[in-house]
């Protein structure tokens, strides 16, 4: 069902009018949708795309090519129903984000899906999970997210 997708699209937008756009950017309120739609088990599917920091590229990686040119991917298809979920929502309401006008040179991607298997969205980080998007919005990122997700895949992603 795209209803799900529909809520995320709608929270954000809600969230985004009861709020002044001193307190929160549009990035920022795009994570609380994910956050919370994550946290209400709205979310079936989550793909986690990974370069490792060892290949070399000849520019930037976007989101774009990131999810084009992955080396490594890991699909959780049912995130609710792992032993990961409660480490999920928790670590992912710690993210927090602040636009940049630059792209960073991307190495890891988390890929939302709702439980009709729409894209709710996604979150990318570069190596060291300081500088990333949300969806195609460049960021700097804060939160425990990345480094939960460094400790727990790259053993198996590299």
Same mark, same amino acid.
Request: hydrophobic content about 40%; aromatic content about 12%.
């Given at each position: 069902?795209?209803?799900?997708?529909?809520?995320?699209?709608?929270?954000?937008?809600?969230?985004?009018?009861?709020?002044?756009?001193?307190?929160?950017?549009?990035?920022?309120?795009?994570?609380?949708?994910?956050?919370?739609?994550?946290e209400k088990d709205q979310i079936g599917r989550?793909?986690?795309?990974?370069?490792p920091a060892r290949i070399l590229t000849t520019?930037?990686?976007?989101?774009?090519?990131?999810?084009?040119?992955?080396?490594?991917?890991?699909?959780?298809?049912?995130?609710?129903?792992?032993?990961?979920?409660?480490?999920?929502?928790?670590?992912?309401?710690?993210?927090?984000?602040?636009?940049?006008?630059?792209?960073?040179?991307?190495?890891? /991607?988390?890929? $939302?899906?709702?439980? @009709? !298997? #729409?894209?709710? *969205?996604?979150?990318?980080?570069?190596?060291?999970?300081?500088?990333?998007?949300?969806?195609?919005?460049?960021?700097?990122?804060? /939160?425990?997210? $990345?480094?939960?997700? @460094? !400790? #727990?895949?790259? *053993?198996?992603l590299q």
């Open positions: 069902m795209r209803v799900t997708y529909y809520t995320v699209i709608l929270f954000a937008i809600l969230v985004g009018c009861a709020r002044s756009p001193e307190t929160e950017n549009p990035a920022q309120i795009y994570v609380k949708a994910l956050s919370m739609a994550l989550v793909e986690i795309l990974q370069i520019g930037q990686v976007s989101p774009e090519a990131l999810e084009r040119q992955f080396h490594n991917k890991l699909v959780i298809r049912d995130i609710a129903a792992t032993a990961y979920r409660n480490k999920v929502v928790d670590r992912f309401k710690t993210v927090s984000v602040q636009p940049r006008t630059e792209t960073a040179d991307l190495r890891w /991607g988390v890929i $939302f899906y709702s439980r @009709d !298997d #729409t894209r709710a *969205g996604a979150v990318y980080f570069d190596r060291n999970g300081h500088f990333g998007s949300v969806n195609s919005l460049p960021v700097s990122l804060q /939160g425990d997210f $990345f480094h939960w997700l @460094d !400790d #727990t895949f790259s *053993g198996c």
